[in-house]
């Protein structure tokens, strides 16, 4: 049985060979799906290359949309992510437009990524993004979490070592 990742990896593929059957793709079109098999990757390297490639795209002006929602699937909910990947994939979904779906797959992993013990670029970035959250979602994202235990994190977070985790902490409030 396939992995997910290499079921999205070979679906992605398929794609891509369909597409250039066709006649009717682009050199950019064929560049954007191999980005977005490098973020459904689960490779370390590889999604860092694709998400670095979906930034320049969104820096380019160009249609994102496919990679943020595949970020937010494959990248932001998972917590076995590296660092370097989780704050490239926050970048993203900080700079881009993200449909109501992506900000209801991420809520479970912001949640997560407040927790103490996660890196501090990452927790720093997950506080980052609460402001951003539409309201009916942190309102889910505050609501759904046991006791209070978000509003603990983040008054943790503003008791923190790292300057840069207290700073988001205000930040945030």
């Given at each position: ?23 009717q793709t682009t050199i950019t079109d064929v560049q954007s799906m191999a980005l977005l098999n490098d973020i459904q990757s689960g ?35 998972s917590p076995n992510t590296t660092p370097t990947v989780k704050r490239l994939a926050y970048d ?82």
């Amino acid at each position: 049985m396939q992995s997910k990742s290499k079921q999205a990896a070979t679906s992605v593929t398929t794609t891509i060979q369909n597409a250039l059957k066709s006649g009717q793709t682009t050199i950019t079109d064929v560049q954007s799906m191999a980005l977005l098999n490098d973020i459904q990757s689960g490779d370390s390297a590889r999604q860092v290359e694709g998400l670095t490639g979906a930034l320049a795209l969104l820096a380019a002006g160009r249609d994102v949309g496919l990679h943020v929602s595949a970020t937010c699937q494959h990248i932001l909910v998972s917590p076995n992510t590296t660092p370097t990947v989780k704050r490239l994939a926050y970048d993203l979904a900080r700079s881009a437009s993200l449909t109501d779906a992506d900000w209801a797959r991420i809520v479970g992993g912001v949640r997560g990524d407040l927790a103490k013990g996660t890196h501090v670029d990452v927790r720093t970035r997950a506080m980052k993004m609460l402001p951003l959250f539409p309201p009916h979602h942190l309102a889910d994202l505050l609501l759904r979490n046991d006791d209070g235990a978000l509003f603990q994190r983040v008054v943790l977070a503003i008791r923190s070592v790292s300057d840069a985790v207290r700073v988001a902490a205000i930040e945030c409030l």
